[in-house]
Structure formats: structure tokens, C-alpha cells
């Protein structure tokens, strides 16, 4: 009697575990298909310097990918000094008729590794303001206001032989120096020869978007504030875009990705997701009750599809374009992506590195949806290597 309850009861045990597995999770469940080499998760904090965080966790991963030994952590604040000395000088020649902020693309930072090399973060930490993080509202502030005051052409009409001294001197008090030389793992460099002694060619590297208003296989300055460089871009169909990042990630090659994070599927919890919300609103009566809802109930109806894998948007060609041309899709953020995964219902993901420091529930890595990326992709950087050799052949690359 005493044995057949006891085996009756290990078997009610059993089922009970069996089935609690069985039953479907909430949440998302990933699953990693292929992940490359990245370093550390970095904090921009209080600064608009996505740009220059994702650009160089991208090089950082390239010098990797290169066969570099040992620990690689590239100074963001020398990128950040010098963009910013090259921006204020277009903006005084331009008469105040560019974007003098501190946002930036990834060509920036690729252009000015190319013409002022680098350093590591030891050698320049940027923060020689009293701070124990990023923080460059004042600094911003300072350097508008002083090109602004330029602008105003006090000295007669003219401007002085010390006006970009001062330019100078206000980046170095809140990031310090530019070095001329410097002693790393004692060796002496200079900023170029330290760059040049990574591997890196910053001409191997491409940018790539996907727009109709101009030709498909030429090359167009992408018509935001944030390319004051006015660097240019290739411009490839949407599946063809696809194609290379897919096979970016295939081949070992990561990507810097520049997306639109202003979305309600962008979530703070590291979850990128592009929702129909079409499933919520559904037609006849479910229309009206929609259409009668508070917008804090809708917003409650829409996270529901967020939180969990739901069906997202089908996203076109055309679709792109219209959420460009109307202002919904914009140039808002920055960040480095890695790998690819899958969630419990085999949809794809990319696995992306942010610089808002370990925050979320995967510790500053977020996954983004193949639907959400289609659609909210401004522009890619990636090695040319990394395209198809049928897609370098109609762009000309080489």
C-alpha cells in the first residue's frame, strides 16, 4: 500500500514537471545562430555620441577580426575632439548654415581615424571636467555659443588669426589634450602611426543604404543633419541591403548599424520589434472598441504585442520610403551588430551592441527583429569584403 502511494505520487510529480515544461514561456527565448568577437559594453551617458561609441566597437571588432592579440580600447573623446574641430570650422565657413551638434555619423568617425589616427582610451579618457562620466552638455553649449559670437564678426567685420585656438582650447579643458606622441606598452607613437600599427584601412570600409528618391547602384549623401560631413553612401535595393548584413555576419564581418530607436518597439529592455498593430485593432466592432480607447489603453495593447513574439510589420521598399519622406523613420541612433539569433518561433534576429552601458535585461546587448531592421535602417558600415561579389560588381567595388 505504502509503495504504491509513493510511486502513485512520483508519477503526479512527474507529469507536474513535464508539464510546466511543456507549457509555452513568456517572454522571448533566444537562441544564438552566430556571434563574432565584440568588446566591452561602453557608456556614452549624458553625451550624443552614439556615433562615435558604435564606430569604433565596429573597428574595434575589425582589429580583432585582423588577428590582433591582447586588449584593444580606443580613446571615443579623440574621435569626439577632432569631428568636433573639423564641424566648427565648416560651420564659421558656412556662415551658420550647418548641423553644429553632437551627433555625427559613422563616416566621421571613420574619416577622421583616416586623417588624424587614433589613441588608446588610457591616453585620452575625455574627461577632464570634473566628472566621473560623459557629460558634454556644457561643452556643446560653450562651443555653439563661441561660433555663434563668431559668427557676429566682432573684430570689424573679420575673423581673427586665434579664433580656432579658441575652438581648441575649449575642447581640450573638457577632453583633454590632443597628444602629439605618446607611450603605449612601451612603445612611443604618434596618432597616426599608432592607427596604422592596428591594420586598420579606414578605405575598406562602405556605407550602404536602401532608398527609392535616388537611383538604385549610384551614391547619394543621405539627407540628414547628422551627415554635415555630406559623406556618401551606395545606394541597393531592400533585399539586396538584407543580403549583405546576412552575409556580413556569415562571413565574420560585423556591422555598424545606424537605426531609429524612437519606436515603440524599441524597448529599454533589449528587445527591438517592429508590431502590426493592425493584429489589435482587426476590423468591424474590434475597430470601433480601437478607435475608442484611451491612448494609454492603446499604448497597453500595443506593448502586449512588444513583450512576446507577435506578428510584425511586412516591411517594402516603399514602406521604408514613406516613413523616411514623413519624418518617421530618422537618424537618431547609432550601435555595432554582432550576431544573429532566434527566438522559440524561428524568427531572426540580429544581436546588437549599445552604449547606454550594461542596462536592460541583457546587459547593453539588445536583439533586433529581421522586420524592425528592414524598416528602420538608415545606413550600414560594413568591410567591402563583406558584400557579395555579384553586389560589389554593380556598385564597382573592388
Known amino acids: 500500500m505504502k509503495k504504491s502511494f509513493l510511486f502513485t505520487l512520483v508519477c ?3 507529469f507536474s514537471v513535464a508539464a510546466q515544461e511543456n507549457e509555452p514561456k513568456e517572454g522571448y527565448q533566444f537562441e544564438v545562430i552566430k556571434e563574432l568577437p565584440v568588446t566591452s559594453v561602453k557608456d556614452q551617458n549624458s553625451t550624443g555620441t552614439c556615433w562615435c561609441f558604435s564606430a569604433l566597437s565596429f573597428l574595434e571588432s575589425e582589429i580583432i ?5 591582447g586588449e584593444i580600447d580606443l580613446s571615443e573623446m579623440f574621435i569626439v575632439s577632432r569631428a568636433y574641430s573639423d564641424k566648427a570650422e565648416k560651420y564659421v565657413r558656412l556662415n551658420g548654415h550647418l548641423n553644429l551638434a553632437p551627433g555625427s555619423s559613422f563616416t566621421d568617425a571613420i574619416t577622421v581615424y583616416k586623417n588624424y589616427g587614433i589613441v588608446p582610451n588610457s591616453v585620452m579618457p575625455g574627461l577632464e571636467y570634473g566628472e566621473d562620466n560623459h557629460n558634454h552638455g556644457e561643452m556643446d553649449a560653450a562651443i555653439k555659443g563661441y561660433t555663434q559670437a563668431l559668427l557676429r564678426k566682432p573684430m570689424g567685420g573679420k575673423l581673427s588669426t586665434a579664433w580656432k585656438d579658441g575652438v581648441e582650447g575649449i575642447l581640450a579643458a573638457y577632453l583633454g589634450e590632443v597628444p602629439e606622441t605618446f607611450v603605449y606598452e612601451g612603445q612611443e607613437y604618434t596618432p597616426i602611426t599608432y592607427a596604422a600599427s592596428l591594420g586598420i584601412n579606414p578605405d575598406d570600409y562602405i556605407s550602404i543604404t536602401s532608398f527609392t528618391h535616388h537611383p538604385f547602384y549610384t551614391q547619394f549623401a543621405i539627407e540628414v543633419p547628422d551627415n554635415w560631413r555630406w559623406d556618401l553612401s551606395y545606394n541597393v535595393p531592400l533585399d539586396e541591403m538584407m543580403e549583405i548584413m546576412y552575409n556580413a555576419i556569415e562571413e565574420g564581418y560585423t556591422i555598424a548599424w545606424a537605426s531609429d530607436v524612437s519606436e515603440q518597439g524599441f524597448t529599454r529592455n533589449g528587445v527591438a520589434v517592429n508590431p502590426d498593430i493592425n493584429v489589435v485593432i482587426g476590423e468591424g466592432s474590434d475597430k470601433e472598441r480601437w478607435l475608442g480607447l484611451s491612448r ?3 499604448q497597453a495593447e ?4 512588444v513583450n512576446s513574439p507577435s506578428k510584425e510589420v511586412v516591411v517594402t521598399q516603399e514602406l521604408r520610403q514613406k516613413d523616411f519622406d514623413n519624418g518617421k523613420t530618422t537618424d537618431d541612433h547609432g550601435m555595432h551588430i554582432y550576431g544573429l539569433a532566434k527566438d522559440q518561433n524561428g524568427t531572426k534576429y540580429f544581436m546588437v551592441k549599445n552604449s547606454w552601458g550594461e542596462s536592460g535585461k541583457y546587459k547593453g546587448h539588445w536583439y533586433a527583429s529581421e522586420s524592425f531592421v ?8 560594413v568591410h567591402k569584403n563583406a558584400i557579395p561579389k ?6 564597382g567595388i573592388k
Open 12 to 14: 503526479l510529480i512527474s
Open 296 to 298: 494609454a489603453d492603446k
Open 390 to 395: 555579384d553586389i560589389r560588381k554593380k556598385l
Open 302 to 305: 500595443i506593448m502586449k504585442l
Open 65 to 69: 577580426r585582423n588577428g590582433y592579440k
Open 374 to 381: 528592414m524598416h528602420k535602417t538608415l545606413n550600414i558600415i
